[in-house]
């Protein structure tokens, strides 16, 4: 069973930085491009990053290009996103996402971001 | 304008039928797009549904009744969701999303009310 559990999440003040994490299990990590995907509250998604199966491609949203940063680590079936320079409309449910193009995109349960003073 | 606009709501009875526009901002071609299907429901991360190019390139998600079936509008420069014979476990937000210019783009999601 594919299984993706996210961590990291928290209230931190604007102009932090906060770094998330995805433990992936259940699938061979390391044949899959990943994504992270946020939600604020009451609101639609939104698509922030991708990085490859062997992390040599990088994708940002306009949104967040110069202040994240997508990596991983295929030796631990891990996702990271770091957050830099947050701000209040970064506050979300952040959720990573298996290949969002195959045919079984997997999500996971998410975790929250609050950016607040 | 949004890269893919959906209608915010829309209502309909237990057994009708649903159809969800995706509709694609002027200039980029629902032809040359692949559009997937997400279901998300209250505190639950996105469901995958389906995604559809085409008659003869078209995916059904694992587990996804077939009453969720995907097509096109190429007048309206629009996908579409069809919901056959609506069940009240089909309340939920609707999302369509595409690839397009090295970034996955999300719509603006459709409320669906089963009355």
């Known amino acids: 069973e594919v299984q993706l559990m996210e961590s990291g999440g928290g209230l931190i003040q604007p102009g932090g930085s906060l770094r998330l994490s995805c433990a992936a299990s259940?699938?061979?990590?390391?044949?899959?491009?990943m994504n992270w995907v946020r939600q604020a509250p009451g609101k639609g998604l939104e698509w922030v990053s991708y990085?490859?199966?062997?992390?040599?491609?990088?994708y940002y949203a306009d949104s967040v290009k110069g202040r994240f940063t997508i990596s991983r680590d295929n030796a631990k079936n891990s996702l990271y996103l770091q957050m830099n320079s947050l701000r209040a409309e970064d506050t979300a449910i952040y959720y990573c996402?298996?290949?969002?193009?195959?045919?079984?995109?997997?999500w996971g349960q998410g975790t929250l971001v609050t950016v607040s003073s | 304008q949004a890269v893919l606009t959906q209608p915010s709501s829309l209502s309909a009875s237990p057994g009708a039928s649903a159809s969800l526009t995706c509709t694609l901002r002027?200039?980029?071609?629902?032809?040359?797009?692949?559009i997937y299907w997400y279901q998300q429901k209250p505190g639950s991360p996105p469901q995958y549904l389906l995604r559809?190019?085409?008659?003869?390139?078209?995916?059904?998600g694992s587990g996804v009744p077939s009453r969720f079936s995907g097509s096109k509008d190429a007048s309206a420069n629009a996908g579409i969701l069809l919901i056959s014979g609506l069940q009240s476990e089909d309340e939920a937000d609707y999302y369509c999303?595409?690839?397009?210019?090295?970034?996955?783009?999300f719509g603006t999601g459709t409320k669906v009310t089963v009355l």
């Open positions: 996402a298996r290949d969002l193009s195959s045919s079984s995109p997997d």
């Open positions: 002027s200039g980029i071609n629902v032809a040359s797009y692949t």
């Open positions: 559809y190019k085409s008659d003869s390139d078209n995916q059904q």
């Open positions: 990085i490859s199966s062997s992390g040599s491609t990088i």
């Open positions: 259940g699938f061979t990590f390391s044949d899959y491009g």
């Open positions: 999303m595409i690839w397009h210019s090295s970034a996955y783009v």
